[in-house]
């Protein structure tokens, strides 16, 4: 390594290596080695109701690099969006998680998060039926989220697609709803079954003043015939506040847990039932 070569080459290696495309090209091959080979592991956060019975979970990935620990999405989604690498990436995340629609016992749904990217290829709808009849999982427990900018350009394209998939059963989420663009005419359009609550929303429940933008957006899916999930839940006093708007309301957050590892989810939530 460079430090071994001694003197001033050190300096000069270091600021070349140290640039954000060469993280980025790190990332980016340390992250394709993975999806062949391994580190990459599903991790499920329970959606409760308001009385407290689990309704669902959201699949979020993690990956855990052999030297540098666990490296949250938010570090490598980005990356990976800036190239088909998502799309491969997308893959092995659907066909994994349909696999974990069947250890859920019914009517539990799942929920994965698609990046437009992904979306957006011409193979999409496809490789989800594809991979619904190899799971044998049942559509209608399958929930996609995606956000508002995916319906930024091309929509017609997208509509159609989200058509196709919804004739199967499959229930669509727009997630982070408020932090993007997107008009209320248009949501009406669009084929969806729920709308996430942004967790900045949720925190904002602490604000007085604030708390009129999370009465806003409940308004909104419920005039559009929406289910709402909160997301960021992390106090009683938030679940409290949003259960009283809504009773049928779902719930998502810290306050119940964090994203488990698939066992622990399994032995924590489902340990009486046989699979
Ligand atoms: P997201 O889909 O909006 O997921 C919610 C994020 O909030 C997750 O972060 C979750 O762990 C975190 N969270 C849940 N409850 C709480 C809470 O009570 N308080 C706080 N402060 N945070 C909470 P995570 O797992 O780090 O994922 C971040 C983002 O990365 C996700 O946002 C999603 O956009 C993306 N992501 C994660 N997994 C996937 C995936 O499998 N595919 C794709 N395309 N994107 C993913
Ligand atoms: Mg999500
Ligand atoms: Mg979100
Ligand atoms: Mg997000």
Redesign the pocket.
Known sequence: NAKDAGGNQTSVYDVSYSTELEKRYEIERELREAINGEGLELYL?PQMSATGSLLGV????RWFHPEKGMI???DF?PVAEQTDL?VDL?KW?VRHALLEIKRLPAPLTLA????PR?FRKYDFVYCIERALEDSGADASRLVL?VTENLFVDDTNDIVLKMKALQQSGVQFSI??FGTGYSSLSYLRKLPLQELKID?SFVQAIDNAEQRTIVDSVMAIAKNLGLRIVA????TEAQAHYLAGRDQDVVL????FD??LAIEAFHQRYLSDTKH
């Open positions: 956060q959201e699949v979020l990935i949250s999405p938010g989604i998502i997308g995340i994965i998060n698609i990046s992904q989220e997630d982070d967790q997301e960021g839940v992390e998502q957050g810290y306050l964090k994203p």
